[in-house]
């Protein structure tokens, strides 16, 4: 149950982030905005989250995810209500800024419930399962809400986030509750103290080395379908099923990688491995790019998948380096960080391929993981020292 919900609070704020852009241009055509505008309105929930994603996770430390989740889903909820009725660009890029502000809550406090009712042998698949919920959620989002625009416009399509959002708010009131006993202990346990959670260098070299990974993993899914259909000569349709199914390739990845790092008993390990071979996907997809569609699209679809594969493993692995009673604080901050790799990833990539080439660009963006690979190396072999038994961390 604490799964399901967890999931379905994630998805639906999934549905936000990643939906919107399934009706970018009729966006830009009701308002009349440029492409920048468009693409200003489309960020607008990222930036608000990035402000208060940490904010969000200490406060599920103190008072437990399900007020903070079913609260913050909530105000979203009625913040979109009210942005169904913006009658202009500077309104609706607020309402969907506070929407984000709101809507984060779900990230680091699911997280956090999922955690603390999981054992170490099966949380890396059950935080693979909540990571799966995201490209779902905004798969689900991107078929429908272009269904919910035809019928009623873009009020219609506001509407029905805020439906979706209102969803996950009483899905996580009424689905949320403690965990017993003998499953309390083992949330996040370590082996010996540490600091806290915002001062710990472990949690910080692991958020910064998945981060590296997302700038690969965001840059991809922005502008494969671009790409396929400027330069290969797809249409829209056809480039947006590629995307699609990349987005559920993904999701398949997060789950097995999560199996993978329960039976392993690594976290580490498997991340780095994902970050060598999502480099390794990269630069043979650039090497594609001067091939036959087919190949350029599957070098990129490969490269794609395993870039999303890890997810849930790199929030596995910081939620054992902590104390149970900062594993919000510590998903938060690790939320943070990947929200900076988020907003960064799509414009400098953008800026990459617009200064030089597409090739060009791909290649440069194969070089993140490898950063991300190196930076997690000596906490691997850390891990390999103090491999986690029942419930014991990286000490």
Excluded: C, K
Excluded at 59 to 73: F, K, M, Q
Excluded at 185 to 205: C, N
Aim: glycine letters at 12%; hydrophobic letters at 60%.
């Amino acid at each position: 149950m604490v799964l399901a919900v967890g999931m379905v609070a994630q998805g639906s704020f999934a549905a936000l982030l990643l939906g919107l852009a399934a009706v970018a241009e009729q966006i830009r055509d009701e308002l009349g905005l440029s492409l920048a505008a468009v693409g200003a309105i489309l960020a607008a929930p990222t930036f608000g989250s990035v402000a208060t994603v940490l904010l969000w996770g200490v406060l599920a430390d103190r008072i437990g995810e399900r007020t903070v989740i079913a609260a913050g889903l909530g105000v979203a909820a009625a913040a979109m209500a009210a942005t169904a009725f913006a009658g202009s660009a500077p309104a609706l890029g607020a309402g969907l800024a506070v929407a984000g502000v709101f809507g984060v809550s779900a990230n680091a406090a699911s997280g956090r419930a999922v955690v603390s009712w999981f054992r170490h042998d099966e949380r890396g698949l059950a935080l693979g399962l909540r990571h799966m919920s995201t490209p779902l959620g905004g798969a689900a989002a991107a078929a429908l809400l272009p269904v919910a625009t035809a019928a009623g416009g873009l009020r219609a399509a506001f509407l029905a986030l805020a439906g979706v959002l209102a969803a996950g708010s009483l899905a996580a009131f009424l689905g949320f509750r403690r965990p017993p006993p003998d499953l309390a202990g083992d949330g996040a346990a370590v082996a010996t103290p540490r600091p806290g959670a915002l001062r710990d260098r472990a949690i910080w070299t692991v958020s910064l080395g998945s981060a590296s990974v997302v700038l690969a993993q965001i840059s991809l899914l922005s502008f494969i379908a671009l790409y396929l259909h400027e330069e290969r000569g797809w249409s829209v349709t056809a480039s947006a099923l590629a995307l699609a199914a990349v987005q559920l390739g993904g999701a398949a990845a997060r789950v097995a990688a999560g199996v993978w790092s329960d039976r392993s008993g690594s976290r580490l390990r498997p991340l780095r491995l994902i970050a060598l071979w999502t480099a390794a996907a990269l630069a043979v997809a650039t090497v594609l790019l001067g091939g036959p569609d087919a190949l350029a699209a599957a070098g990129l679809a490969v490269a794609a998948v395993l870039s999303m594969a890890g997810n849930g493993v790199s929030f596995a692995a910081v939620a054992e380096m902590t104390g149970p009673d900062r594993v919000g604080t510590a998903l938060g901050l690790q939320n943070t960080v990947l929200a900076v790799a988020v907003a960064v990833a799509s414009p400098l990539f953008g800026a990459m391929a617009g200064l030089w080439s597409w090739t060009t660009a791909f290649a440069i963006t194969g070089v993140f993981p490898l950063v991300g690979w190196w930076l997690l190396r000596r906490l691997e072999a850390r891990e390999a020292v103090a491999r986690p038994g029942a419930g014991a961390g990286i000490a």
